[in-house]
């Protein structure tokens, strides 16, 4: 199994008839949703027929396949089996081998039929993965489940609000001598400096210089 040569780059936009012969366009980054695109053999086989139905009912809430998917299906077309099989997505027609050449989709089982391929596009249009598994019918439903649970997470952390950086703490400092008030405390007077007469001093030196002058 060789990794696709568009992982991780802008996924091949596509314009295919649908079921109904109707041209359907395929932008994947414009779709907003991620997009599994799967190819397959040939319809009516019954590996085939099981995959293209396992991805119905997943679609329909059976499996844990979310739903903001865009699911499409390329493959030579048979009207007739799209709607006995009930497909509740956009099948396409490739019966040029147009989107195979773009998504380099080759053969497989040695070459003898069509691989059996399936793409993981993001809601930005990039091709995340691929699963190459011509065999394997099985496995390509539990591969888009895996990824959409991973791209739903990534979105989720995307949109989450940056947390809060943690207050500083600091430790209290130790009193010091240093770090005496400046003020005493209210109702207790400040102790006189040496040298300056307190309010008591100066009267009292009035009332003798009054008293003086009065004897003399």
Request: charged residues 25%.
């Amino acid at each position: 199994m060789t990794r696709s040569p568009l992982i991780n780059k802008p996924a091949p936009a596509i314009s295919l008839p649908n079921a109904n012969g109707e041209t359907y366009n395929l932008a994947p980054e414009s779709a907003g949703v991620p997009v599994a695109l799967f190819f397959y053999p040939k319809s009516g086989s019954f590996g085939c027929t099981k995959e293209a139905c396992e991805f119905r009912d997943a679609l329909a809430g059976l499996h844990l396949l979310p739903r903001r998917l865009g699911m499409l299906l390329i493959l030579q077309i048979l009207k007739e089996f799209v709607e006995k099989q009930k497909l509740n997505y956009p099948v396409l027609s490739d019966t040029k081998g147009e989107a195979r050449k773009a998504y380099h989709v080759g053969k497989g089982l040695l070459g003898l039929v069509d691989a059996r391929v399936t793409f993981v596009i993001d809601a930005k249009g990039v091709v995340r993965d691929s699963l190459d598994a011509t065999v394997n019918y099985g496995a390509h439903v539990k591969f888009v489940n895996k990824w959409l649970v991973k791209l739903e997470e990534e979105e989720r952390q995307a949109n989450a609000p940056p947390p809060k950086e943690p207050g500083l703490i600091t430790e209290p400092a130790l009193a010091t001598e240093d770090d005496s008030p400046a003020h005493p405390p209210a109702g207790i007077p400040e102790p006189a400096s040496p040298g300056v007469p307190t309010g008591s001093d100066v009267e009292r030196e009035e009332l003798v210089r009054a008293a003086a002058t009065v004897q003399g």
